[in-house]
């Protein structure tokens, strides 16, 4: 895939726009089924709704919430390499690897969701994550 490393970045922010529709999906499908049970109060959150749909309609919505987690440390590292000038075949690598694991991770999370697996994706990213983060501080310093 090569490139640029900012590649990787969009894509991880269009994967994240995959997982918005994919919860939106989940949850209202899952409400839907609810029948004639009285709708949640005004003003709820999500994961308050959480307790009155099964957990498989939920995982969707965790891994979204998962994406704007931990990978906003992943787009501050690639900036940081990019306008450094420090993004070399090796980081592009490990962003495109960040990316590919974090994608997994969602479909896993959002269809069988596993934690031993899962958090075995997640500990993969988070490796390639403290690399790029590494090499972004010894690049600006």
């Known amino acids: ?60 919505s965790h891994n979204y919430a998962h994406l704007m987690e931990q990978p906003t440390v992943f787009y501050a590292a690639v900036i940081i390499l990019h306008l450094a000038d420090a993004a070399t075949p090796l980081m592009v690598n490990l962003a495109w690897a960040y990316v590919a694991i974090r994608v997994i991770h969602s479909v896993y999370q959002a269809s069988i969701n596993k934690v031993s697996v899962r958090f075995a994706l997640f500990l993969a990213s988070s490796l390639c994550l403290v690399a790029l983060a590494i090499h972004a501080v010894i690049a600006t310093i």
């Open 1 to 60: 895939m090569g490139g640029t490393i900012l590649a990787p970045a969009a894509v991880l922010v269009a994967w994240s726009m995959v997982m918005l529709f994919w919860l939106a999906y989940a949850r209202f499908n899952a409400v839907s089924k609810l029948g004639q049970r009285p709708p949640p109060a005004p003003g709820l959150r999500g994961q308050d709704i959480d307790p009155l749909l099964t957990p498989q309609a939920a995982w969707a």
